[in-house]
């Protein structure tokens, strides 16, 4: 029962994650949203290995915080630089005002 | 409860496919996508399939949205507008055609229900595999294997040779995948030859092997 109540918010909390990626005015908010949308998936996985009975599903839901970590980290790049290969201090100005939407 | 988290997991996708097929701006398309990534790797976590949610998490989530935003740097941001809406009524007719299909297939008493223990998949191998890798596993025996995972002793042993070429096709497509990439950022670098600290070793060493 616990588990069910628990799942129920966490699909809600999907629920307006989602509105806020497909509303989202800005880049930002978009980007955001993909990032907590990966949180609330490991949530999710979480939850669903208890509520299935199988605890073992835990593993996954540490890989996908891994793999949410590295794209969020690829994407903010893309938008810092404009090339994923850039190195952190290479002193290019950030362009992500022109194309911020 | 797993039915309506199922249900609920399947209207998120629906939504968001389409979103994906209207939207124009391929830079929140390339984010709803990987969203729609994640979705589909938590139904396959509800399916029982965990290795291929798994590599769905992997592959969509991780790998396509950086290949996604790659394209994009080479392209535009904004997709073209559409010229006229009659034009994707064609494809619009066959997807559902075949959905429906593939509906049907799932509806026919003749097919093997979800889960059913009775499938024809499940009467022939799997029965046979199970017992063997329980046999091997025992720790008293000489050949005891010590992997309690039927999948994992499959992958690795009953289906070896079949794994090791997977691997080599693998290794295969990542090394053609590298040596594109830094072909690419080679090439950048000599036409734009301003001394950096971190690159600029690498930088003379690509114009020694040019000259």
Redesign the interface.
Known sequence: MMFAAAMAGVLAAMALTLVRALLGPTVFDRVLALNTFGTVTVLAIAVLGFLMGRPQFLDIALLYALINFVGTIAILKYLQYGDLGASGDSGKSPDAGEGGR | ??TA?NL??LA?LA??AW?IARIR?L??VT??A??YS??T??VF??LDA?DV??TE??VG??IT??LF??A??LTD?EAKPRKNRLASLGPMVLVVLLGAALVYTTLDPRMPHYGDAKAPAHGRLAPEFLADTVKQVGADKPTATHIPNVVTTTLASYRGFDTLGEVVVIFTAGVGVLILLGGN?TRRRRRNPAP?E??SGAGSSGKGAGA
């Open positions: 409860m797993i988290t609920a997991l998120f939504v968001l979103a701006n830079f929140v984010m709803l990987g969203i994640l979705l790797a938590t976590v509800l965990v949610a798994f998490a992997a989530a991780g949205t950086v935003l790659s994009l740097l941001r950022a950096r971190e690159s």
